[in-house]
């Protein structure tokens, strides 16, 4: 393998998995981050987002000399035959996506770069991101290529290292070549296609799986009411290979840093184009009525009110693994019952601070704690630790013994056996 020196532009949850992955293949990796309270961290040899394996791979990275942070943007990029932009396109006012951190740093590193080089965007961009990016550096001698990021966080080393596929959008096939090969020592199918083609790619991604998240809530909303078993019904369904069974469990509605801007990206991308994207923009709300239809359910199980009453709530991440709470549906539900005067007693293993969203809520130190006294406890985030707290420790604590268990995590009969009122979702 040909080892590239590649600057990583943006050292968050992709740019730092992706930055201490290419090392960990033998490249010569440089994080760049304005950040410079993060980069100090990480030079710390610390890594200060949850996830698995990276604390491993980044000193690996540091011990060879591979991996370095900086915020000396000029000097890397001058240096690098690769730049990655990795950088946050959140969601703007109007709900498309706001490039000022990609605009800004392309103008900020545009005319450091080495001739011949290749700037290569990873953040989830809208369609014609390339071309303006061509515009926008404005240089003969400077390649530039789409390679969006498919990685899940919790996961996201594995990800990397064994994708599903690699997708490099350029505008010709020496440019794609020399992109794939940083990826050489991976063994995956890599897709080569135009820029406006792999930009495409990746929001249609995000957005099917939205859409397919969306269906079993509500086909889980039907067995809600019919009382059937959602687990049945998604068993039986994953044995047909045009549906399949993965990223098929119902929960609190999706969330997260990517779903909730990214189908709201592209709808505005559709209409841009003169195409209304009505399956996806009723998704989206679909999703937001899910998400209340799980708060109601806290209050259905407290009679009809929470107003005052103590209420347990297990996980804020957006789901487990991660310390992300960015978009989490589970800070959606919290906030709901606090504004309807529920006092709101919080764990999640990864956080140590209350939230601002949810100002006001306590956040205990143990899943057992934040049991006392309540009057309902609500299971938002899958952490496989909440499954194995005994029901009957909890009963003991409570002041009520009622769980909502939104991602059908508990084990319903033992939660029964002890005396709870237990409502899943679809069973
Ligand atoms: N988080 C995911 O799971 C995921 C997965 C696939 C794709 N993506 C996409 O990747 C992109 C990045 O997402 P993320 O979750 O890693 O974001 P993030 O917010 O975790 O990280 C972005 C980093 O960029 C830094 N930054 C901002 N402006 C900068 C500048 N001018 N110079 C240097 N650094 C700068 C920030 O300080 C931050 O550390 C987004 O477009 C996102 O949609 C994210």
């Known amino acids: 393998m040909k080892v590239a020196n590649v600057a990583i532009i943006g050292t968050g949850y992709v740019g730092l998995s992706c930055g201490a992955c290419l090392a960990h293949l033998g490249h010569q990796i440089v994080c760049v981050d304005n950040n410079r309270g993060k980069v100090e961290i990480l030079n710390s040899g610390i890594v200060p987002i949850v996830e698995a394996r990276l604390p491993e791979l980044v000193a690996e990275g540091m011990s060879t000399g591979r991996l370095s942070f900086t915020t000396d943007l000029i000097r890397s990029v001058a240096a690098a035959e690769f730049v990655m932009l ?44 390339y071309a303006d990016l061509v515009r926008r550096i404005g240089r003969v001698d400077i390649d530039v290529a789409s390679n969006p990021e498919f990685v899940r966080e919790g996961s996201a080393v594995a990800d990397f290292l064994q994708p599903d596929r690699i997708i490099v959008g350029a505008s010709t096939d020496a440019v794609a070549q020399r992109v794939a090969a940083l990826y050489e020592n991976i063994e995956a199918p890599i897709v080569i296609t135009d820029p406006a083609s792999a930009e495409t790619l990746k929001y249609a991604a995000n957005g099917f799986l939205a859409l397919k998240l969306t269906y079993i809530n509500s086909i889980a909303a039907i067995c809600d009411a019919y009382g059937a078993d959602i ?60 998400q209340q239809s799980v708060a109601d359910k806290v209050i ?13 709530a297990w996980g804020l991440t957006f789901k487990a693994n991660t310390d992300d709470i960015r978009d989490s549906p589970a800070i959606v539900v919290v906030k709901k019952l606090l504004k309807l005067g529920a006092r709101m007693q919080c764990f999640d293993p990864t956080i140590s601070k209350v939230p601002t969203e949810i100002e006001g809520s306590l956040l205990a130190t143990t899943a057992l704690e934040a049991t006392t006294g309540a009057s309902a406890l609500i299971l938002l985030t899958e952490w496989a630790e909440f499954a194995s707290v005994k029901p009957g420790d909890v009963f003991e604590r409570m002041s009520s013994p009622r769980v909502v268990d939104a991602r059908n995590l508990l084990d319903r009969e033992s939660w029964q056996a002890n005396g709870f009122t237990y409502r899943g979702v679809g069973r």
Request: glycine share 12%; proline share 6%; charged share 20%.
């Open 300 to 312: 259905a199980i407290c009679d009809g009110d929470v107003r005052g009453k103590v209420i347990a």
């Open 231 to 290: 687990r049945d019904v998604v068993k039986g369904l994953s044995f047909d290979p045009r549906i399949g069974g993965q990223f098929f469990n119902p929960g609190p509605g999706w969330g997260g840093s990517c779903f909730p801007k990214d189908t709201r990206a592209l709808t505005h991308i559709a209409s841009d184009g003169g195409y209304e994207f009505a399956l996806l923009k009723m998704a989206i709300e679909v999703n937001d009525l899910h």
């Open 86 to 129: 990795c950088l946050p396109t959140p969601q703007g006012m109007d709900g498309s996506a706001d490039l000022t951190y990609l605009h800004d740093a392309v103008e900020a590193l545009k005319d450091s770069l080495a001739s011949g080089s290749v700037v290569i965007t990873k953040s989830t961009v809208p369609i014609g991101t």
